[in-house]
């Protein structure tokens, strides 16, 4: 079974790209558009750059037991 988040990635992906291409074509004004995109892909990203590394299971030996 894939990462559980790949769903929610690629569902986030696909809203963002067509935000951005909605921005391009009809963005006015450009400074505006430019500001939001980077926005919206800040708040894609946000789940990522924020995610917690997954945790190695405990063996239930402490380090350097034998």
Do not use: C, D, K
Request: no cysteine; aromatic share 4%.
């Amino acid at each position: 079974m894939g990462h559980p988040s790949s769903t929610a990635t690629i569902g986030r992906t696909v809203v963002v790209g067509a935000y951005l291409v909605a921005l391009v074509l009809i963005g006015r004004p450009v400074w505006l558009a430019l500001l939001l995109g980077v926005l919206l892909v800040l708040v894609w990203a946000a789940p990522i750059a924020l995610a917690q590394p997954p945790r190695r299971r405990s063996t239930g030996l402490r380090p350097g037991a034998r």
